[in-house]
């Protein structure tokens, strides 16, 4: 009997996706297939890949109310921001077809007479990438696009919670008239992943996801000698220091904590802040949460969604909980936000103070709308505190002052370091991360390198 899986939506409990688990048959069809159509593809070069990729961005986009709506539906971001993310798949996926020439040109070495010597970019085959649900467009285009354009075919696996987003993508490159095979998408349980991991027809995964997840990615790969992208997370920090721009500094930060209901990897969790300006920013911080408006994101003026699913909403209770019961303090009343409550999944906004690094909140990743802010006196003490962590996804500093960001950014052990900013991914840059966090690089020319294998040309001329 064929397996199934159902979508239920955190907004109201109903459900909203039911969908059969592919079958061994449509899994070995599906790498047949991309295999087939690899070598195809390959072949039209970058510029017609370029134009075809380009046109199912264009069919993509063209959709964006309706992609915005489902994304909400599924996993319950306020229907006001989700069309942004739509808005971001087109930016990264725009940015890597642009710079795919470039990127993708053989490698030139020194002139030597009688020779002809060069390191050309093969793609690796067939990439498989393995996209979550709390950014649905953005985790999965990051590893999509670049791999379309490197030559190579995709499999997209997405999750559980949020599969309407991989078939809208496969609509508009089958609109686009991308060949069969070149992209495809699987509804898969755990085992089919692994079992597709362990395909020789895949030579490339890429994840996005939990700490626990990647080790089983790796697990599932041991032995087979390829490339294994890892994007597993983070516990972010944040330095305000004595020269910030205060009001600037909150709302960014407030941001950064609380957008997607926390569900960010990159999300803000920890807050330090220079002792002289600690209580002013802790005051300006909470009575920008209180204004939030926790309820049914597909109301206009919600602000702040429901999280994901139950579990998620008890473990995030329970690390303000913990934290409280060690000596921290909630700066926020949950009675403020009615909707709120102990079974629900609306979850109301934490702004933890008097808080340590004994506490989880401070120490791991909480997958959900909590913050807690801490005073320092000096740099060394915010660098150290920064550190202080099994994470390195990104890190921020706000200041006036760029020689002292970047004498603070080259300590602080991550992929990102911000200046004045936070939680934001520019295409142009590598997005990679350190320690927890994972392993491997996406976006930039630097992301092309994992979804291309070198080969080099030694000609001798005679």
Known sequence: MT???????PIDGREVVRRAYASEAQVSQALANAQSAQVAWHGLGVVERGRIVSEAVDRFVAAKDEIARAITIQMGRPLRYTPGEVAGFEARARHMIAIAGEALAPVSVAAQAGFTR???????G?????APWNYPLLTAVNSVVPALMAGNAVILKHSNQTPLCAELMDR?????????????YLH????????????????????TGSVRGGR??????AGRFIGVGLELGGNDPAYVRADARIGHAVETLVDGAFFNSGQSCCGIQRIYVARKRYEEFVERATALTQGYVLGNPLNADTTLGPVVRASAAAEIRGVIAQAVSAGAKNMIDPSHFTEASES????????????DHRMRVMSDECFGPVVGIMPVDTDEEAIALMNDSPYGLTAAAFTQDEEAALHIGRQVRTGTFFMNRCDYLDPALAWTGVKNSGRGVSLSAVGYE?????????????
């Open 344 to 355: 629900s999944l609306y979850v109301a906004p934490a702004v933890l103070t008097q808080v």
């Open 3 to 9: 397996q199934e899986f159902t979508t239920i939506s």
């Open 450 to 462: 994992p979804l291309t294998q070198a080969k080099s040309f030694h000609l001798r001329n005679i």
């Open 172 to 184: 508009a490159f089958r609109e686009a008239g991308a060949p069969k095979g070149v992209f495809q």
């Open 126 to 130: 067939v990439a498989l990438t393995i």
């Open 118 to 124: 060069f390191i050309s970019r093969e793609p690796i």
């Open 216 to 221: 089983v990615i790796e697990e599932s790969a």
């Open 188 to 207: 898969a349980s755990h085992d089919t992943v692994q079992r597709l991991i362990r395909a020789p027809e895949i030579g490339y995964v890429s994840f």
